[in-house]
């Protein structure tokens, strides 16, 4: 053994070699947002105004008449999800961003598409 190896010895704890040495966590940060992961909302203002307006109503008239109340927000939440059935349908060839051609998209048009979907996801989820 030399003189520096047996200082470094010394150094260093006995419960120290024992015990792992402590893995650093990586900082995590949010992930930055560009223009297309923005949230923007499902239903244009006026509907969301609407659907509001509507559920307002429908809750008001509980007090006089629960069944009535009930059948009406079981149709409005039908109604919302119609409605948001047909948005992605419209919206669903903006999505795709040509990649169900019958050529080979290419990586780039599928890694946009991708990112399209996963901003109409996040949307989806922020309701």
Do not use: C, H
């Not at 399209?116 to 989820?125: A, D, K």
């Amino acid at each position: 053994m030399n003189r520096e190896s047996t200082q470094t010895d010394r150094a260093v704890a006995p419960d120290d070699l024992e015990r792992p040495a402590p893995v650093p966590v990586p900082e995590t940060k949010a992930p930055a947002r560009s223009e297309d992961d923005a949230l923007e909302p499902l239903f244009t203002p006026d509907a969301a105004r609407n659907f509001r307006a509507s559920w307002d109503a429908l809750q008001i008239g509980f007090v006089d008449d629960p069944r009535q109340a009930v059948r009406q927000a079981d149709d409005l939440v039908r109604q919302v999800l119609e409605d948001l059935s047909r948005s992605f349908s419209n919206e669903r060839s903006t999505l795709d961003g040509g990649t169900d051609t019958a050529e080979q998209p290419s990586t780039e048009n599928l890694r946009l598409a991708l990112r399209r979907y996963r901003s109409f996801f996040q949307r989806l989820l922020s309701l």
